[in-house]
């Protein structure tokens, strides 16, 4: 990489997807003894995925809600990452990802300054990124959402906590028409490099002109 681009600076971040729903995240839990603690679930099938950028040598990290994992909603997260975090030809991040079908795609989007380096098939235990899902989980186990408007508000201030100074602004959306699903959107509250899901038609980005 650096041969390639000798006056670029290089940075190294991981990127995952975790799906979580209405569908509780169950988990053991600490109880009196002679006591057994309860968890209420709701069968309901309806999901929202969070896409988790992350660099492992800082921790620092940058995160969006979307109701899908496809090229299209890919391609949405890394433009949005790539535009937050400064990214282009002279500043580059090299971004380390499984072989999930949407990130082997021929349609998929990547901006200028993003080099994809793919993990062996199947090696979870390579990949930084999945050590979020756990601390993310955390505020949701054991709980029954109504509506993913409820687990989003959860979600969003998980996400804030882990910026304790994120400010309180929020920028507004514009839409990116011809995605499916749910209506919601990449927000970050930059530097803070929080990413949330809003209400506005179809897959949504800052930045990006109307379709």
Known sequence: MTREHPTATVTVWAEDEHRLGLLPVIRRVWA???????????????????FGFVRPATGHSWWCLLPTVTAAAMSVALAAFARDEGIDAAHRAVLVLDQAGWHLAHDLAVP??????????RSPELQPAERLWPLL????????FPDLD????????RCRASRPTAPASRPTPVSIGG?????????????????FRARSPGISALGVQRA
């Open 137 to 144: 989980d955390e505020p949701v186990a054991n709980r029954a």
């Open 32 to 50: 009196p003894t002679g006591q057994r603690p309860t968890a209420h679930v709701r069968r309901k099938y309806e999901w929202l995925y969070v």
């Open 150 to 157: 409820a687990l989003e508000t959860v979600l969003v201030q």
């Open 112 to 121: 200028d300054g993003i080099d994809l380096v793919l993990l062996p098939a």
């Open 179 to 195: 995605l499916p699903s749910r209506s919601q959107d990449t927000l970050n509250d930059h530097p803070e490099n929080v990413s």
